[in-house]
């Protein structure tokens, strides 16, 4: 008896212990939570709540119109245009750059040959502001004055800036922002590439598999947690762009290069709708966290296999 009620009073004692120290870390965390709450929680409920009024972003009053503002979204053309564009940004952005990247990544690692000088240089672009990578494209690329278009005007080439048609327009952008942000990619996928188990990769080679096979059958799987997470940051990442369309056109022309983040900004600060631009940026929302479901829906259903 004596024994069990020894036992008894140690694992209280352990649990004490455990639940002491658990509370040292919810505490330690406390600040992170506080400041995620002042920073995020707070103006997502505002933002929420704004998306169903109409406000003009400087008055105190904000008069409640339940759905009109989304019923009024769907009426715009100019709110599909823009939903269309970033659909077609998502789609160049989740195969150009990725396919870019992935080569680049695979033969530095197959080949050790200068990865480290070849990965600083691929990051120059991403770590210069997008202000400074606008203005070197729209000066030396697409200028037809004294830019590379301009250059090859004078040889006899009928080449025109694509920022100034509706038809190559966002292509035109799309490639400035994916020269930015493939270097980025490389980097991530190399790292990945790098953490591949060396026995499998000897092992694909004494059974004479080809660099594709090994790649495909080696590499890609041992991968492909990275790959599935960077494919929903960049699908996430596209629907929140902004900088280089609103640097280098706008959203012109035409509204050619019109996406949501820009379309929510002409209505904040252009036609002073504030409650109209909140519910763009729920519609933002929708489309980010049915990035995140899936994305979590296919990382559960890898752990169950």
């Known amino acids: 008896m004596e ?125 210069l502001a997008p202000t400074t990578n606008a203005i070197i494209w729209l000066n030396m690329i697409f200028s037809p004055n004294g830019g590379l278009i301009g250059f090859m005007q004078k040889l006899g080439w009928q080449l025109t ?32 590439l790098r953490q591949t188990p060396g026995d499998q990769i000897e092992a694909a080679a004494i059974e004479g598999a080809g660099g594709w096979q090994t790649f495909y059958y080696v590499y890609l799987p041992n991968i492909m947690p990275t790959v599935r997470l960077m494919f929903i940051l960049i699908t996430i990442y596209s629907f929140c762009t902004y900088d280089y369309i609103y640097l280098m056109t706008s959203g012109g022309p035409a509204h050619a290069t019109e996406v949501l983040s820009t379309y929510a900004y002409s209505m904040a600060f252009s036609a002073f709708k504030f409650g109209k631009a909140a519910a763009v940026s729920l519609v933002i929302g929708v489309f980010g966290c049915i990035a995140a479901f899936f994305y979590t829906w296919f990382s559960r259903k890898e752990a169950l296999e």
């Open 3 to 127: 024994m069990k009620t020894v036992k008894i009073k140690k694992e209280k004692g352990v649990n004490r212990h455990k639940r002491a120290g658990t509370l040292t870390y919810h505490l330690l965390s406390l600040p992170a939570v506080l400041l995620s709450g002042l920073i995020i929680l707070i103006p997502a409920v505002q933002t929420i709540y704004s998306a169903f009024t109409t406000w003009n972003g400087i008055s105190d009053v904000k008069v409640w119109v339940g759905l009109q503002n989304f019923r009024e979204l769907f009426q715009d053309w100019v709110f599909w245009r823009a939903v269309l564009n970033n659909l077609k940004w998502t789609m160049l952005f989740v195969t150009v750059p990725v396919m870019i990247a992935m080569t680049a990544a695979v033969i530095m690692a197959r080949f050790h040959i200068g990865s480290k000088s070849f990965q600083a240089v691929y990051l120059i672009p991403y770590l």
């Open 161 to 192: 800036s694509p920022l100034g048609k509706m038809d190559t327009a966002l292509i035109g952008v799309a490639m400035v922002d994916i020269w930015h942000y493939w270097g980025f990619l490389t980097v991530i996928y190399l790292a990945a």
